[in-house]
């Protein structure tokens, strides 16, 4: 019997509807899971954590965004760790800032396991809409607003410094992150984007904004749109309706030390520091016999490398390579003769280390993130660098004549431990008044040939050439103390 057209046309509908079938049993049958946490929907399972008589601690974000506000937020939210928050409170009113203290700032507010609310008092602008959107639920205060997240320069100018290459990798970068944050917390990715792209289309809202105009939204439009959940007056009137009941409220501080290291990690302060250490180890090379300054010098090494550490941006390495440059300094100055590889790696570990602790890395690839977070750090260390020099002419010229500086310097033929010591001894110096010359560099210590001999010597601070005629002026104990001799020579 033969297949007519018909039969043909039945089986094939039959196929059709079988693999139709497969089709549709393969597709996910809804969309994707939402969990309900009090009167919230989150992207992500938080309903392990309580809403009766819950910790809730509130994190302020407030002013400009830079390296100290990234400090400070770093250490509330390890107490928050500590304490074992079951919800977070953002509560966010700034203009934004630096883009790499924010990106710092984001990571935090990802890696939060509990339910985090970020609550706009006031302004979420810029880098603060992004932190905005790092939170599971946008909730919107009164006269709240969020957007214009456009990156700029510190000068108003866009990123790039007019290099459209370089201005565009960043721009795709902040475009990515915004559309990838909001994603990620189950908020509308279209919107984000428009934030920072004011050519991206919102086909979806064709009246919201002007054409290529960045989107910022009020808290009524936030709220109608359905970014922010809803509205509230203040952190109690946020939590009531979001379903926590008798809710213990922390708003961690600072200690006092904290509050310090905050400080010092403040570029400004950072680089006054910076320069205060090299004063103080310039004038203490200056001065024979007196730790004053390079008391000075350490405490202000001290304190830098305290609050970089305290802020997570610098740890023990950077101390142990900063230790190793300065013993391979040491050694190249007063050991091994010349100048040469030990020194310039002493130098190289110096700078290495300081310009290291002050950077923040967000990730392992050098992205557009990254090279913006080298551009202050190398402005502030190098500045330090810089102004030393005038400031060294300025201590070898001007100190000398100043009392307080007298006092604290040492005249190496008459300290008092000087010659008491030449007392005790019963004699005459040994090589007072006799000449030789350098055997190696003098900076200002070194080796020295007087008569026939090969003596260790020091010079009151100056700079003397290997082959250069010396005198011995002073002798201390075992040190020799010699100047360069400038009698006439026939």
């Given at each position: 019997m033969m297949n007519t057209p018909r039969h043909w046309a039945g089986r094939l509908a039959v196929v059709f509807l079988l693999l139709l079938a497969q089709l549709c049993l393969a597709a996910p049958?809804?969309?994707?899971?939402?969990?309900?946490?009090?009167?919230?929907?989150?992207?992500?399972?938080?309903?392990?954590?309580?809403?009766?008589?819950?910790?809730?601690?509130?994190?302020?974000?407030?002013?400009?965004?830079?390296?100290?506000?990234?400090?400070?937020?770093?250490?509330?939210?390890?107490?928050a760790r500590a304490g074992k928050a079951d919800a977070i409170v953002l509560d966010i009113h700034t203009l934004g800032g630096s883009v790499d203290s924010m990106k710092q700032m984001l990571d935090e507010i990802l890696a939060f396991q509990c339910p985090v609310y970020s609550y706009v008092n006031n302004d979420a602008i810029s880098a603060g809409a992004v932190l905005a959107l790092g939170g599971d639920v946008i909730v919107m205060g009164p006269s709240g607003k969020i957007g214009a997240?456009?990156?700029?320069?510190?000068?108003?100018?866009?990123?790039?410094?007019?290099?459209?290459?370089?201005?565009?990798k960043f721009l795709s970068y902040m475009r990515g992150m915004l559309r990838s944050t909001a994603l990620s917390r189950g908020h509308d990715p279209d919107l984000a984007q428009r934030m920072t792209d004011p050519s991206y289309p919102l086909k979806k809202y064709p009246a919201l904004v002007r054409e290529d105009e960045l989107l910022t939204l009020t808290y009524?439009?936030?709220?109608?749109?359905?970014?922010?959940?809803?509205?509230?007056?203040?952190?109690?009137?946020?939590?009531?309706?979001?379903?926590?009941?008798?809710?213990?409220?922390?708003?961690?501080?600072?200690?006092?030390?904290?509050?310090?290291?905050?400080?010092?990690v403040n570029p400004v302060v950072s680089g006054l520091l910076m320069l205060i250490a090299l004063a103080a180890f310039y004038l203490e090379f200056k001065m024979t016999g007196s730790f004053v300054p390079a008391s000075i010098g350490i405490l202000a090494l001290a304190l830098f490398f305290w609050g970089k550490m305290l802020a997570?941006?610098?740890?023990?390495?950077?101390?142990?390579?900063?230790?190793?440059?300065?013993?391979?300094?040491?050694?190249?100055?007063?050991?091994?003769?010349?100048?040469?590889?030990?020194?310039?790696?002493?130098?190289?570990?110096?700078?290495?280390s300081l310009l290291f602790s002050m950077i923040n890395l967000p990730s392992s690839r050098w992205d557009a993130v990254n090279m913006d977070a080298m551009k202050v750090p190398l402005f502030v260390m190098s500045s330090a660098v810089l102004l030393a020099v005038?400031?060294?002419?300025?201590?070898?010229?001007?100190?000398?004549?100043?009392?307080?500086?007298?006092?604290?310097a040492t005249d190496p033929a008459r300290t008092p431990a000087a010659l008491q010591e030449e007392a005790l001894r019963g004699a005459p110096?040994?090589?007072?008044?006799?000449s030789g010359r350098a055997l190696s560099d003098l900076r200002p210590s070194g080796i020295a040939e007087i008569g026939v001999e090969r003596v260790p010597v020091v010079t009151r601070g100056e700079y003397i050439e290997q082959g250069t005629p010396i005198k011995v002026i002073a002798?201390?104990?075992?040190?020799?103390?010699?100047?360069?001799?400038?009698?006439p020579r026939f």
């Open positions: 049958t809804s969309a994707p899971q939402h969990f309900f946490h009090g009167t919230q929907k989150f992207i992500r399972d938080v309903t392990s954590y309580r809403l009766d008589n819950a910790n809730v601690y509130v994190i302020p974000i407030r002013d400009e965004i830079r390296n100290d506000m990234a400090f400070r937020f770093h250490r509330l939210v390890l107490k997240a456009y990156p700029i320069t510190g000068t108003g100018q866009p990123v790039g410094e007019g290099n459209k290459r370089v201005e565009e009524d439009q936030a709220t109608s749109l359905g970014l922010a959940a809803y509205q509230a007056d203040n952190v109690n009137d946020l939590l009531e309706k979001a379903g926590f009941k008798n809710p213990q409220i922390i708003t961690p501080s600072l200690t006092w030390s904290e509050a310090l290291a905050g400080v010092t997570d941006l610098a740890s023990y390495i950077e101390v142990v390579v900063f230790i190793l440059g300065v013993v391979l300094l040491l050694l190249e100055i007063f050991v091994i003769p010349g100048f040469g590889l030990a020194g310039i790696a002493g130098i190289a570990f110096i700078l290495g005038p400031m060294f002419i300025a201590i070898t010229r001007y100190l000398p004549s100043v009392p307080m500086f007298r006092s604290l110096p040994k090589y007072l008044g006799k002798e201390r104990g075992n040190e020799i103390i010699v100047a360069q001799d400038e009698s």
